[in-house]
């Protein structure tokens, strides 16, 4: 198994396994084009994509951001046939690595209501934040 972060360079078929992977793990929503956020997120410095590869095969991602205060992960997906395996752990650590060096000395990610996977997260050392989210879109 490979590690990489991908690069402005990755190739067309390179996105659409990540963008397959991420349908595959029920990520993608219509209000989130996956290939708008997967080309972003690799096009600018504070942003990293890393993905497993087993034999050319996408296995897993993970995307990270860090914004000046926070690191944030998102997009954590491993392929079904993989789990259960510390791959998604293996991603977060990577992942957390770059982002420290980044400047974060936190790393948050959050979770849709209802997600399963939330019992992940206390495994790698997490705790729950006493915190409620809010968002406003800034395009139509
Ligand atoms: C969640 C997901 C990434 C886990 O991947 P994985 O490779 O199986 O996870 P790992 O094998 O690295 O597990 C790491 C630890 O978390 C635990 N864990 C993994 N999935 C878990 C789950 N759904 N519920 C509770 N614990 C879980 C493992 O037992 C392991 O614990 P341990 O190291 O203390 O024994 C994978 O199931 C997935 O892609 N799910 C669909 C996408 C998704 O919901 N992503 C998260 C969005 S917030």
């Known amino acids: 198994m490979e590690l990489v972060h991908l690069?402005?360079?990755a190739t067309a078929k390179v996105r659409s396994a990540v963008v397959t992977l991420w349908e595959?793990?029920?990520?993608?929503?219509p209000w989130n084009p996956p290939?708008?956020?997967l080309a972003q997120a690799i096009a600018g410095p504070t942003s990293t994509v890393v993905v497993a590869l087993e034999d050319e095969r996408m296995v897993g991602s993970v995307l990270a951001g860090?914004?000046?205060h926070r690191g944030w992960l998102?997009?954590?997906a491993v392929d079904p046939t993989r789990r259960g395996a510390g791959l998604a752990r293996t991603l977060v650590t990577t992942a957390e690595t770059w982002l420290a060096r980044a400047g974060a000395r936190k790393v948050q990610?959050?979770?849709r209501e209802g997600n399963p996977a939330a019992s992940l997260y206390p495994h790698l050392g997490y705790e729950r934040q006493d915190t409620a989210v809010y968002g406003r879109w800034l395009e139509g």
């Open 24 to 29: 595959g793990c029920g990520l993608t929503r």
């Open 74 to 76: 998102y997009y954590l």
């Open 109 to 111: 990610l959050m979770v």
């Open 35 to 37: 290939e708008r956020d």
């Open 7 to 9: 690069e402005e360079g």
């Open 66 to 68: 860090y914004d000046g």
